[in-house]
C-alpha cells in the first residue's frame, strides 16, 4: 500500500481525495496544521506528500523547504495559487511536481503514480551503487575504489572505465585498442597493454599478483569483476 501524506486545511477536498485514491491502494493520511505534520513524517514513514502552499500558522513554501531539507520524499504541490513565481520557487526548493488546483483526482493518481516509480528507480540504483567496491564518473573522469579517488594515468583511466562500464563480460585487446585513442601502435606493439594492465592492479588490488577484480583471461582478454 501506498502511503502519502497531505497537508491540506481544506477539508472536504481532503476527504474527497482521500475517498478517491483509496481505490488505487493509496492510504491518505491528512494534516490540517503544518506543524503537526512534520512532526508526524519524524514518527512515521511516508512515500509521498502533497502539500498546499496556503496553510494556516506556517507558508506551505516554507513547509516545502523543511521537508526537502529533512527528509528524502518526493512532493506534489497542490495549489490555487495562480503565481507562476510560488512554481518555479517550489520546484526549485525541490517540490517534484505542481498541480494548480482544481484539478481532476485522476490527474493525481497519475502524478503520484509517475513520480514514485521515478522516485524508487532513482533510490534503486542509488543503492546499487552505494554496494559497489568502485564507482565510476565520467564527467568529471574519476573513479573511486571504497568512496576514495584513484590517482590513475590518462591511459590507467581509459582502460579501467572501459572495463568497469563491461562489468563481467571479456573485453579483448583489440576492444581496448580500438575503444581507447591515447592507445597509438606504439603501445600494441611494445606489448605496454600488459604493462598498463599491471600499474592498475597495482592501485585497486589489495594483491597484485592475484587480481580478484581485473582479471586476465588467457587467450581472450580481460574480464573486471566486483
Known amino acids: ?109 497519475v502524478r503520484i503514480q509517475t513520480i514514485l516509480r521515478r522516485f524508487n528507480q532513482s533510490n534503486t540504483k542509488d543503492e546499487e551503487s552505494n554496494l559497489k567496491t568502485f564507482t565510476l564518473d565520467e564527467e568529471k573522469r574519476e573513479i573511486k575504489k571504497d568512496g576514495k579517488h584513484l590517482k590513475l594515468t590518462a591511459a590507467e583511466y581509459e582502460i579501467l572505465a572501459l572495463l568497469i562500464k563491461r562489468e563481467s563480460f571479456i573485453v579483448s585487446r583489440d576492444d581496448i585498442f580500438e575503444n581507447i585513442d591515447i592507445l597509438n ?11 598498463i594492465i599491471n600499474r592498475i592492479r597495482s592501485k585497486i588490488e589489495d594483491n597484485p599478483k592475484e587480481p580478484k577484480y581485473l582479471q586476465t583471461i588467457r587467450g581472450m582478454g580481460y574480464k573486471f569483476i566486483q
Open 185 to 195: 601502435s606504439d603501445y600494441e606493439n611494445s606489448g605496454s597493454l600488459a604493462v
Open 1 to 109: 500500500m501506498i502511503k502519502i501524506a497531505m497537508i491540506e486545511d481544506d477539508l472536504e477536498l481532503a476527504d474527497v481525495l482521500t475517498q478517491y485514491l483509496k481505490q488505487f491502494n493509496i492510504k491518505v493520511t491528512n494534516y490540517e496544521e503544518p506543524f503537526l505534520a512534520l512532526s508526524s513524517l519524524k514518527l512515521e514513514k511516508f512515500d509521498l506528500i502533497i502539500l498546499d502552499l496556503t496553510l494556516p500558522g506556517m507558508d506551505g513554501l516554507d513547509v516545502c523547504k523543511n521537508i526537502v531539507d529533512e527528509f528524502n520524499i518526493p512532493i506534489i504541490i497542490s495549489s490555487a495559487r495562480s503565481d507562476i513565481t510560488d512554481k518555479v520557487t517550489a520546484l526549485k526548493l525541490g517540490a517534484d511536481d505542481y498541480l494548480p488546483k482544481p484539478y481532476d483526482p485522476r490527474e493525481l493518481e
